[in-house]
Each structure stands twice: as structure tokens, then as C-alpha cells.
DNA sequence: TTGAAAGCGCTAACAG
DNA sequence: CTGTTAGCGCTTTCAA
């Protein structure tokens, strides 16, 4: 490599004795179309393949308008839940053709409008975005940018943007009816970002369920106020200290389970005989916790091979069928952290 | 917005009456310098923001031949291991003006050579990797590009690149230097990689701890070939049923010790009545397990942290400062997963 | 079968 | 204080 250079259709072209059209047809494919000699090509590919030509993709998304970038936001890389869906849509753009930038939004509005600020300076062809959930107008008028866009894990009744969402309702259900068939009736809830759509599916599954078996609603056992591990914990501390202490608790995603464990051992409790608890979200470790977890499981997979699908589609087809807000369904994984409370005790309440 | 046409410098030198020149100086905040009249400069202010102006980064990319793009390369973004790293990375480079695009390599060298190739195609500025590890030539032609690049968790002694990296030998001699105090003799090695350079650091700590001891080295208790789930079930599993069963285990990654924990419960055996084990880095669940396992803990944060600074500072600056090669320090996490052995079932080996 | 020329949106050297 | 011009590397229309 005498020449650190990098090789551009120019260079090529000259050494050619060409033009830079011959080289760039030869090099996209289109020498057959516009019936291009052997011969130059040959001598083009030779050149080419001398110089370790590679195009230069800024150049090329500058003429052609399109960058084959897709950008992702995120609340949390460092999220199981999230970076599993992450790796999903990276392998499966990469197969398309497609690079991805990632953005984490730290669960912050504002960092989210910059994000999708920053994505739109940089041209991508199309979003995935796991919402921070509270605002909506920022993405709103994003979808006037006509970029293609689809949100994942919260959507916004308000705005026509296709959406993969897991049955956070069902899901919800199946966890606190659980609880109720094994005889719980002061059944806690700590909730995650209040006012996102994740958490008010989960929530009104909740409350459904409870209303379904004409069990009460306590305010009082509805704690929390985002996904993370602290608010978990917190939750679960006054919770434990309150007047009625719950004897189940539904903890709304896998980080606050973490957070309602450390809280729990802390008051030198044991699950499931002091308290009972399910997570929404499963992962790998629950099954080798003290008290193997039982836990509403999501198919993280299923939900980033639909979004990065469902996405690819809106760019490369100007189709407007419909059939965009897809439900992934969950799945009740019974383990061990649930305890079947005994009749009288139960009637006691 | 009656017009759903981007706004460009031209358009807004055309509605400002003013050359693109002029245009460009006012909105890249040169319009001091310029000495461009207030009455001009506010002009151009306004109708930039009247027609939501946002710089074309692609354009700018092309011309400045500076994209403020980094690249990075993990081996699985759903292990929680590198998606640390990744959001570290992610927020540090957002605050430096740099958006970051994502690979996944799936711990395979032929797809890391592509996304090398592809972020190369992309004029990044510049590119974190965590290496697969068995191979660097491919790195190496890379380098010839005089793109500042970096290597995490992985390096190579034949490569002249900055890196940072866990002090794995230490936290390997921490690790086997805790079994032998309590009383373990035969201790299993499941490794990950092999002739990764974090696998081969380990390995030789724990052959240099057992040789401090004067313990002999037994190659049939070293198992397993990378760092998945699946290969620290299957490595357990013949340690389990091989002809001398070990005491202790020492799982090399965060996923070994998962399937480790698998083999074991499957085997219908206990942590650490029946076997001991320490894992290589730490994971906010390792408190929670059943037993809660001893490790040895690894400082992503300063990691993640780190390796962005080493980056950008090879990308804004000239200095061939020497000091790149940083290791970070490790540290031994005591929990419940070891047993102390008594003298004389110790001694009877 | 090939090439000239224009242009994607931006910056910067140079000239007034 | 402002504008002209050239060019980053590529694709594509039009013409030959």
C-alpha cells in the first residue's frame, strides 16, 4: 500500500483511462444494462479490486437519498429486555443491507427529543423507538418528516405510528389471577413509568382482575413510579412497612423485581412464605434464584424480528395496508415464588 | 408547514435574498467572525428557524470528510456484560457530539471482518471493538487507515492499538487463590473463548495460582470453548460425570455460570454443600441466587468510560501519547457460593 | 459502448 | 460585510 489514499471511482477511472460513469457502472452492477465491453470492466474490477476500492457510502446516501441507516432509541442498552430486542433488529438490518445507530434515551423525555433530533440530522431511513412514554408530540411531528417509524414495547393511541406491544393486559391478568387462585387477596402492585403505555395496560389488567373476583382496590398497595431497580426497592420497602402489608406482590418488570428482592431480604423476609411475588419480563436467571421466580414472560425476539419487519416494510413499500399495531403475546412461567395460601388464611382478610 | 420539502441552505438563501455563503457563516455561528451585519445575520435566523432548518449531517460528513460517527463492535449486545460497555460508550459520545453505530459480531470473526468493513464504508471517526479474538490480521489492515480504533475486553500483543481491559489474570489468581485458602484442591476451569486474549489471562492465572500452591494441574478439568450459556452447561456436565469430580468450579463468564447452575441443579446437586463455585464477572442478580454466588467483579462502567476516552482523544489529537494499554482492576465479590472444606477432607486428595 | 455534465447539501479559499 | 467558485464522491440523464 504505497499510497494511503483511499481509492475513489476517480482514481480508478484515470487508471483506467475511462470515465468515472464507466467505473461506477461497472462497479454497481449495471455493466450488463449498459452493455459494457468485457474488456473495460475487466480492467475496471482489476483496478478496483488493486486499489481495495470500497464505495463511499456518505457520497453514495448524499446523491441517492437514502442512507440504509435505521436509527433505534432505547431507555436502557444496558436493560436485558431492551438489548435483547436491540441485537434482534441489528442482525436482522444487517441482513437487509441496513446499519443501525443506537441511542440511549435514559428514560428522559428530553433525551429522547434530542436523539430523534440527532437521527434526523443524520438522515436515517427509519426509526424503532421504545418511547420514555409520556410525550408524544415530539414524535409526532417527526412522522411529518414522512420517515418511517415504529414504536416498540409503548405505543400512543394517539398517533397512527404501526406499534409491537407485548399483551401487557393479558399478561397483567394472568399474573394476578395466579395470585388469586393460590388464595391472595392483599395483592400489591409496583408499577413502572406512571402514565406510559406499558404500565397502564399492565395496570388496568390489574385492577380487571381484582374487580373480576370482587376483590377491592387499595391505593394504597399501587407503588412505583418507573422500571428501575430503586424504584423497586423503594416500593417495596413501604410496602412492607405500610399498615396493610400485602401478602403478593406484582412487580412490573424485571429490574423491579431485583429491587423488590434486595428490599425484601433486607426485612430478613423469605419468599415465597413471608411474601409471594411475580415479575413481569423473564430472564434467564430467575430460574436460579433462591426461590426460583415466577414470571410473565415476554417474546423479546418475536417483538424485534416484527418491529425491524414491520419497520423495513413502511421504507420499502409504499403500500398503506393496515394491520400495523401487533400484540405478542406472554406466557404465565410458574416457578416456585408464588405460595398457595391456605383457605381459612385467605378467607381471613 | 404548507411544504414538506426539507429546508436547505439554498432555499433559505433564496427567501433571505442572500448568497448560501452567507447562509452557512450565520447558521455554523461564524457570523461573528464573518463580520456579517446584525440585520443580515437576523434575517437568516429566522427564517431558518421559520423553515425548522437542521444541517444535513451527510452533506456536511462529505465535505468536512469527518463524520462524528463511532463505531462499535460487541459479541453479543443481549449479554449484559458489553451492553454496559455499549451505554457508557453511547452517553459519553452523545455528550461529544459523536452518534454510534452498533454491531453485533455474534462472536464469530467473519461477521466482525464484515462490520468492519461496512463501518469503514461508513467513515466512522473512529471504532471501539471487543474483538472476537482469534484472529487481528483483518484489524490490522484496518489500522492502515489511520482510523483510530480501539479494542475492549479483548486485546492483541501482535496489534499496536490502545485497549483496556479487566485485570483478568489477577481476578483468575483472586478467584482459584480463594478456593485452595478453603480447602479446595480440585478445581474446574470452564473456560470461554479459547485463545481469546481474556481466556488465555484467566487460564494462565489460574494455572499460576495453582502452581503457587504447589497443586498439580489436571487438563481434564478444564471444559468448555466459549462464553454461552450452552457451553457451561455442557462443561459442567462433564466435569459432573467425569471420573474425578471436582470441588469447586471457576465459570469464566457471567453466561458459563448460568449454564454451570443448569448442569448443577439438573444433576440434582447444591451450591456449595455439593460443589463450589466463582464466576467471572459480576451481575446485579448474582445476590438473589439460591446461593449467592461469589465473583469476581469487573469495573464496566470505568470501562465503557475509559475506552470512549482513549477514542476521542486519539481522534482529536496527534500526540502519540504513549500509556494506551490500561488494564482496570478486578475485584473479588465474597458470597455463599464457596464452602470452606475441612483440613482433613482437604488434605485427603 | 461510452462520456460529459449536473447536482445531492455543505464548507472554504479567495476575491471584492 | 458579502458573494463566486470549486469540490467532497457518487449516480444518472442525455447525448454521442
Redesign the interface.
Known amino acids: 500500500?504505497p499510497n494511503?489514499q483511499?481509492a475513489t471511482l476517480k482514481i480508478i477511472a484515470e487508471r483506467a483511462h475511462v470515465s468515472v460513469t464507466t467505473v461506477s457502472r461497472v462497479l454497481s452492477g449495471d455493466a450488463e444494462k449498459c452493455r459494457i465491453s468485457k474488456k473495460t470492466e475487466d480492467v475496471v474490477r482489476r483496478i478496483a479490486k488493486e486499489l481495495h476500492y470500497?464505495?463511499?457510502?456518505?457520497?453514495r446516501?448524499?446523491r441517492l437519498k437514502q442512507?440504509y441507516?435505521i436509527g433505534i432509541i432505547i431507555p436502557?442498552?444496558?436493560n436485558?429486555f431492551f438489548?435483547?430486542i436491540?441485537?434482534c433488529v441489528?442482525?436482522e438490518s444487517?441482513k437487509a443491507g441496513y446499519?443501525?445507530?443506537?441511542?440511549?434515551s435514559?428514560e428522559n423525555t428530553e433525551i429522547e427529543k434530542?436523539?430523534i433530533?440527532?437521527?434526523?440530522?443524520?438522515?436515517i431511513d427509519g426509526m424503532i423507538i421504545c418511547p420514555v412514554g409520556k410525550e408524544w408530540k415530539h414524535i409526532y411531528e417527526f412522522t411529518?418528516?414522512?420517515i418511517p417509524i415504529v414504536t416498540v414495547d409503548r405505543y400512543f393511541p394517539e398517533l397512527n405510528v404501526p406499534y409491537v406491544v407485548s399483551e401487557n393486559y393479558d399478561g397483567s391478568m394472568q399474573a394476578v389471577n395466579y395470585f388469586i387462585e393460590n388464595g391472595h387477596r392483599r395483592i400489591a402492585f409496583i408499577q413502572g413509568l406512571t402514565d406510559s403505555s406499558v404500565n397502564n395496560d399492565r395496570l388496568r389488567g390489574y385492577k380487571d382482575a381484582l374487580q373480576m373476583h370482587n376483590l377491592p382496590l387499595n391505593e394504597s398497595l399501587i407503588v412505583g413510579d418507573n422500571f428501575g431497580?430503586q424504584s423497586g426497592y423503594i416500593g417495596t420497602k413501604i410496602l412492607l412497612n405500610g399498615p396493610e402489608r400485602p401478602t403478593a406482590i406484582f412487580a412490573v418488570s424485571n429490574l423491579i423485581s431485583?429491587g423488590a428482592?434486595?428490599a425484601i431480604?433486607e426485612e430478613q423476609l423469605t419468599i415465597p412464605d413471608d411474601i409471594s411475588i411475580i415479575a413481569f419480563d423473564d430472564?434467564?436467571?430467575f430460574?436460579?434464584?433462591?426461590?426460583p421466580m415466577t414470571t410473565v414472560g415476554q417474546r423479546k425476539e418475536e417483538i424485534g424480528q416484527i418491529s425491524i419487519k414491520l419497520l423495513l416494510n413502511e421504507i420499502n413499500s409504499d403500500d398503506i395496508s393496515d394491520n400495523k399495531r401487533i400484540t405478542v403475546s406472554t406466557e404465565l412461567i410458574v416457578r416456585k415464588s408464588v405460595k398457595r395460601l391456605t383457605a381459612s388464611l385467605s378467607e381471613a382478610y
Open positions: 500500500m494511503n483511499q470500497e464505495p463511499n457510502q456518505l457520497a446516501a448524499l442512507t441507516t436502557d442498552i444496558s436485558p438489548s435483547s436491540a441485537r441489528e442482525i444487517r446499519s443501525v445507530m443506537i441511542c440511549d435514559q434530542e436523539s433530533k440527532i437521527l434526523g440530522m443524520r438522515k411529518k418528516l414522512n431497580e431485583l428482592m434486595r431480604s430472564q434467564p436467571y430460574n436460579y434464584l433462591c426461590t
